[in-house]
């Protein structure tokens, strides 16, 4: 007997691929459902260096997908998610020009992978739905459905996450989140899927080449220059620059500026087009304030509570102090003062293992 109709998200690479393997051997009823999102051009003939770059939304992605599917024998569609994945792509240029730095992955988690592909498993008569992250759904100390880190810390991908439902966890399934990425790899060589040597993901999907400021001018390309002063901490005049978007916090390299020691961006200034750089102990920061708070568990917060922070995927987590504020704000006083603290990006916030929420850093 099935134990539920299952909406996953295949992207054509290992973990999604491992995943669909193993709610087909759990007994669920699995639909594959590759998302198109016009994110990945195929290289040309001549093209030679973005051959090298992989994404996880190309025609090959696609058709890996289906092999998989075809193996598992699974029911398979591509949907065109271009016009929706259209918004992540404006809001990551917007960003910038705010002088923010954007985290285009978080907002695509809670727009597209557990936003539209819910709207899709509704629409099917789905009960769950589910992807190849490296997270997981167990019920926390008062019982209620929390996401929690994976069992592989080195990959976990809970910060990515923060943003989804807090209703909705208990009807995600993510399959792997317990395994490690080995494993993971050697179950795709002992099912003969025919992805266990994928490299993974790198970089932004819609920028895989890693050059922003490229992206930035042929997403807009009537988008004029807008300059602006290089100024110290003082406000002394140290160069100019062609705009704020060319910079984000903790930028030591390609600042044109040369004053005999190492300087690092410490604030942007959207609003005089100025970009402040400063030395290293410039950049630490002893609080935050947050806005767009999502609340997992338990939700919302309204009281002062202590926890484990991460500002960036690759921060190691640090205790503070998370005061909520009115209309889903926070502030967060750090126990030390940290690096880069960079608006923009996210802070979540963590029980041990157990992610709590978190919020968008102004």
């Not at 918004?87 to 985290?103: A, M």
């Not at 709207?119 to 992250?133: C, F, L, N, Q, R």
């Amino acid at each position: 007997m099935s134990k539920g109709r299952v909406v996953l998200a295949m992207s054509g690479g290992v973990d999604s691929s491992v995943a669909a393997c193993l709610l087909v051997e759990q007994g669920y009823d699995v639909i594959g459902l590759f998302m198109r999102t016009g994110a990945a051009p195929e290289p040309t003939a001549c093209d030679t260096s973005s051959k090298k770059i992989r994404g996880c939304c190309s025609a090959i992605d696609a058709a890996d997908a289906q092999r998989v599917a075809d193996r598992l024998n699974i029911p398979f569609y591509a949907l065109n998610f271009s016009e929706e994945f259209g918004r992540i792509k404006d809001y990551f240029v917007d960003e910038y020009l705010r002088g923010r730095t954007p985290n285009p992955c978080v907002v695509c988690n809670t727009w597209l992978k557990f936003g539209k592909l819910w709207e899709y498993a509704e629409s099917v008569g789905a009960d769950y739905i589910a992807t190849g992250h490296y997270a997981r759904i167990e019920r926390d100390e008062d019982g209620e459905p929390g996401l929690f880190m994976a069992d592989d810390s080195t990959k976990d991908q809970s910060y990515f996450l923060f943003g989804i439902r807090g209703d909705l966890l208990d009807r995600i399934l993510f399959p792997i989140g317990n395994i490690p990425k080995s494993e993971v790899r050697r179950l795709a060589v002992e099912r003969q899927l025919g992805v266990s040597q994928k490299p993974d993901s790198q970089e932004i999907c819609f920028v895989p080449t890693g050059n922003y400021l490229d992206f930035i001018h042929r997403h807009r390309p009537d988008l004029p220059d807008e300059p602006g002063e290089i100024v110290d901490q003082d406000g002394k005049i140290l160069a100019t620059h062609t705009g704020i978007k060319s910079f984000t916090i903790g930028q030591r390299k390609g600042l044109g500026v040369a004053v005999g020691e190492p300087r690092y961006v410490v604030q942007l200034r959207p609003e005089s087009q100025q970009v402040v750089i400063g030395p290293r102990e410039l950049l630490a920061q002893s609080s935050l304030h947050a806005e767009r708070v999502n609340w997992l568990s338990p939700r919302p917060r309204t009281e002062p509570f202590r926890a484990e922070v991460k500002i960036r995927y690759l921060h190691r987590a640090v205790p503070a102090l998370i005061t909520p504020l009115e209309n889903g704000h926070v502030r967060v006083d750090f126990d030390e003062p940290q690096q880069a603290v960079t608006p923009g990006q996210a802070v979540v916030f963590y029980r041990q293992w157990q992610v709590l929420g978190g919020g968008w850093i102004v």
